[in-house]
């Protein structure tokens, strides 16, 4: 890929700590050159110690907006002028954009996850009602999306209660939608699958080979829609079983795809082309 960078380009980046197996730089930088934008996406390896010194020199180094990921998205929340209610409901940023040399906090991960059920299922989130397996940042980014694309329901159940009744709670608190949680037992999972229109499994289960199924399979109902935020691998158990059963399914790369893609237009004002993108990072 041939970019020329002078004087004019725009910088954006993201910054993580290690930063080096990141692949938004290549779907960025991608959609910069295929729309003509005189933008560059550049990965900045920063350890935790030194967040706060780096979000402040962003201005005097007239860098315009920031991906975050792990371990900062909590922390920048401290560091920002500004907080969208989405991530202020959420509870972390992944994304700022400088304006008016105030920083604006943002978090894409939710509406990412809901630009994707529109992109891969043709699915409107609101008046739907899902059920979303896990407890951690990851089913706090979804839950938190769906209630605010205005889902009529959303029950999440974790492994670790406690963790589900914080989100449900604060879900509750935020937006207008029927929150529930369920613990860990079997009978009120069933029950709730079976209420649902829209698995989405949020827990690390599916990352690695032999992992066990975050559900049983028997619960996948017709007419149930299922994902998963785990992309790699890009097929996992549960979404194998879903499409055996002649289900829609979808995994987690639109996901990734479209939390960038709501970053992008942030930075630039244009909603960049999603397959652009989303070859940018399944293709060597
Ligand atoms: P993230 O921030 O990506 O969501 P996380 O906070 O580590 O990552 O969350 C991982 C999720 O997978 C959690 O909901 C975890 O359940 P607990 O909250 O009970 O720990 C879930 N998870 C991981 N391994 C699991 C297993 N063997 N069985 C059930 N749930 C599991």
């Known amino acids: 890929m041939h970019m020329l960078i002078t004087g004019k380009t725009k910088v954006v980046g993201v910054a ?5 197996h990141t692949l938004s730089p290549q779907m960025h930088n991608a959609a910069f050159q295929a729309l003509g934008l005189d933008f560059v996406y550049v990965p900045f390896g920063i350890p935790p110690e030194s967040l706060g010194g780096a979000v402040g020199a962003l201005g005097d180094l007239g860098i315009v907006g920031m991906n975050f990921t ?4 909590l922390a920048v929340m401290e560091l920002v002028d500004e907080l969208s209610p989405e991530a202020e409901a959420i509870g972390a940023v992944n994304t700022i954009a400088a304006r008016e040399g105030k920083l604006f906090g943002d978090n894409t991960d939710g509406r990412g996850f809901v630009m994707s059920l529109k992109e891969e299922l043709d699915m409107d989130a609101a008046g739907k009602s899902f059920v979303v397996l896990g407890g ?3 089913a706090r980014g979804v839950a938190m999306g769906l209630g605010f694309a205005g889902a009529k329901s959303v ?3 974790n492994r670790t209660e406690s963790k589900a009744v914080k989100i449900a709670d604060d879900l509750a608190k935020v937006r207008e939608c029927h929150v529930a ?6 009978e009120g999972l ?9 698995l989405v499994n949020t827990t690390s289960l599916g990352l690695h080979d032999g992992d066990p199924m975050p559900i ?3 619960l996948l109902h017709e007419g149930l829609s299922v994902c998963d935020i785990v992309y790699n691998p890009p097929v996992t158990p549960l979404l ?4 055996e059963r002649g289900l829609a399914n979808a995994n987690g790369l639109g996901m990734l795809v479209h939390q960038g893609a709501i970053a992008f237009e942030l930075w630039t004002g244009v909603y960049p082309p999603a397959d652009v993108m989303r070859k940018a990072i399944t293709e060597d």
């Open 16 to 20: 993580g700590w290690p930063i080096k």
């Open 70 to 73: 792990i371990p900062h998205k």
């Open 136 to 138: 951690g940042g990851a």
């Open 155 to 157: 029950v999440v159940a």
């Open 181 to 186: 949680v369920i613990g860990n037992d079997g």
């Open 190 to 198: 069933r029950r709730a699958v079976e209420e649902a229109e829209v």
């Open 216 to 218: 049983a399979p028997e």
């Open 240 to 243: 194998k079983a879903a499409s």
